[in-house]
């Protein structure tokens, strides 16, 4: 069974950059969750795609979107980088999309915005 | 809004001493409470989750829904319990998790 996998694992990027980061899903799920996490601070969710749709968001600008593709992976972009951008980006997916089911974490990507 | 509160940053205990990692949420329905742990050099992990009342690698956490708290707890520390702790809830059916920032427990030889 492959696990969940990100990359690239770091990147530099400067303000104003756009950025794609990507993940593959474990072997068998169909639901994929990001989460931003910020030195010093817990994982915050972004969105999530379910079955290619997004399935949900949180307290994130427009400027941040996802896609999914018809082998459950996915793909975060982030447009116009701010330094406030700078953080762990993790990948989570799942069986299902109810919520009920047990997340599994990618290894992450650490995005530094200068 | 629903938050999460770890109120310490750091624990360190001795092996053998017991030890409570604090949960406090605010949310005012039925939520669903998790322990995620990140071990060194590994990623993050479900430890267990309250609906399954499990006691996993020894550690325990009740759900008190008078004092909003979810504590993690095992009465004999070891060594490679050393690892961050990340306290999260679920509301219902809603897919999205809210962490606390986590405590980093050290368990001293």
């Known amino acids: 069974e492959t696990g969940v996998t990100q990359s690239p694992t770091h990147l530099i990027k400067t303000r104003g950059q756009q950025v794609t980061l990507r993940c593959s899903s474990q072997s068998g799920h169909n639901t994929v969750s990001w989460y931003q996490q910020a030195l010093g601070q817990g994982p915050q969710f972004i969105f999530q795609?379910?079955?290619?749709?997004?399935?949900g968001r949180g307290n994130f600008p427009p400027r941040f979107s996802g896609l999914q593709f018809p082998n459950y992976s996915s793909e975060l972009n982030v447009n116009a980088l701010e330094l406030d951008d700078s953080a762990l980006y993790l990948c989570?997916?799942?069986?299902?999309?109810?919520?009920?089911?047990?997340?599994?974490f990618g290894s992450g990507t650490q995005l530094s915005v200068l | 809004a629903q938050r999460v509160t770890q109120p310490e940053k750091l624990l360190s205990v001795f092996k053998g001493a017991p030890v409570e990692l604090k949960c406090n949420y605010s949310?005012?329905?039925?939520?669903?409470l998790f322990w995620y742990v990140q071990y060194s050099r590994q990623r993050l992990q479900l430890l267990l989750r309250h609906i399954s009342r499990e006691s996993i690698k020894g550690f325990t956490a009740d759900l008190n829904k008078g004092e909003t708290s979810f504590h993690l707890k095992k009465p004999f520390a070891q060594e490679e319990d050393s690892a961050m702790y990340y306290c999260a809830l679920k509301r219902g059916s809603n897919y999205k998790l809210t962490f606390g920032k986590g405590t980093l427990l050290t368990v001293n030889p």
């Open positions: 949310y005012s329905g039925s939520p669903e």
């Open positions: 795609y379910y079955r290619e749709e997004e399935n």
């Open positions: 989570a997916s799942s069986r299902g999309g109810q919520g009920n089911e047990k997340l599994f």
